[in-house]
């Protein structure tokens, strides 16, 4: 895997809070020095480098003085962002400079990336910048975000760029040397051993393995990285978690040294266009339940969903919105775009594709959900 890492011609580069924080409070100059450098060592070599940075409500926090602490209101979280962005977009700006290159902020809300015009628009500027030669820094635009559309952390976002700009591999710098194997003691206790060198993203260890944030800084831990290595997978790209302050961590990871953990997507099936969109990007307006031999015919076969294997539609939502497919027991396997609307897809559940036209009095497609337009999850 790390031969394929080395192959790279896309990367994204997602940079936690805790990497270029030295004790919560304060930047870490050296450390973030040693990241540009590594990034700029990338670019020349031929790679084109997309950067993900967490650290606004960060550098809000320290240029007022106050160290990070749990609970604190959104609103206040929100404004720490607002004082921070400015103060981090300078500190990219002034190290940048050092190698003559420009960067440029992008700032994404949730649903930049979930409306499929918003999500064209945004693949088409980063490329853009690309052709400029520039930096692209992209970070969630925290100050206005309400948690129904929010990202959750930068891991999910770092994931979903790796998607839209066609990443072959997806780097998540931490505050941790990659996964560890965990045993557990008699008491429930989690004893750390070893640095897991590669995994399949789809091996079952590795929800087992994985745990909370080491520190209080950032908002993702374990688990986050490895749901965005498996967002990555998606799209074919490779994920790597490396420990963000060792020194040239960068460099050593594109000349192929053992560095962290490797998340190869292994089996997943990999989807290109808009089935990237719909897997990692896109939010679902409803949900429709299926019954065992739909999903069976789903998840083996590559089927469509037909009304016939429809046993209940939840939400309200007009034709071609993103529905979630679930199973009876309520676990969703697949996301979709709808032939029909809610109200259409409740008076046809559960009857035959022949007899859409006279329950409805018209048909677009005999399938509820047409497989080029779903993706297995």
């Known amino acids: 895997m790390r031969e394929l890492v080395q192959q790279t011609e896309h990367v994204v580069i997602k940079i936690g809070s805790a990497v270029f924080l030295r004790d919560q409070l304060h930047v870490d100059r050296p450390a973030f020095a040693s990241l540009v450098e590594g990034i700029d060592d990338l670019i020349r070599r031929g790679w084109s480098v997309t950067l993900v940075s967490s650290g606004a409500v960060a550098m809000g926090r320290q240029w007022l003085g106050e160290a990070a602490g749990p609970g604190r209101e959104i609103p206040r979280l929100q404004a720490y962002a607002a004082l921070g962005q400015s103060r981090l977009m300078e500190m990219y700006e002034t190290e940048f400079s050092h190698y003559g290159r420009k960067v440029a902020q992008i700032l994404f809300s949730r649903g930049d ?81 070893a640095t897991v060198e590669s995994i399949e993203v789809d091996d079952p260890r590795i929800d087992q393995w994985a745990g909370p944030s080491a520190t209080g800084v950032g908002t993702g831990g374990m688990i986050s990285k490895v749901r965005a290595a498996r967002i990555a997978a998606r799209s074919g790209a490779t994920t790597v978690i490396a420990p963000g302050k060792e020194r040239r961590v960068l460099q050593r990871i594109a000349d192929g040294e053992a560095v962290g953990t490797i998340f190869d997507p292994g089996n997943s099936p990999t989807v290109a266009g808009r089935k990237i969109w719909l897997g990692s990007s896109a939010l679902a307006t409803g949900k429709i339940t299926c019954d065992q031999g739909a999903r069976r015919a789903i998840r083996r076969q590559g089927a469509s969903l037909l009304p016939s294997g429809i046993t209940a539609v939840d939400g309200d939502f007009e034709e071609g919105a993103v529905v979630e497919l679930c199973d009876e027991k309520g676990q969703i396997f697949a996301r979709g775009l709808t032939v029909y609307g809610a109200q259409d897809l409740r008076a046809i559940a559960g009857h035959q594709s022949q007899k859409i036209e006279s329950i409805l009095g018209f048909k677009v497609l005999d399938a509820a959900v047409h497989r080029d337009n779903l993706i297995i999850l």
């Open 113 to 193: 990336l979930s409306e499929r015009p918003r999500y064209l628009n945004a693949r088409q500027t980063l490329a853009t910048l690309e052709e400029l030669g520039a930096v692209a820094v992209i970070n969630e635009n925290d100050t206005v975000a309400t948690e129904e559309l929010r990202f959750g952390d930068n891991d999910q976002l770092a994931a979903m760029t790796a998607g839209l700009v066609g990443a072959e591999t997806l780097i998540l710098l931490s505050d941790v040397a990659g996964l560890k194997e965990v045993e557990f003691g008699p008491a429930g206790e989690r004893r750390l051993g």
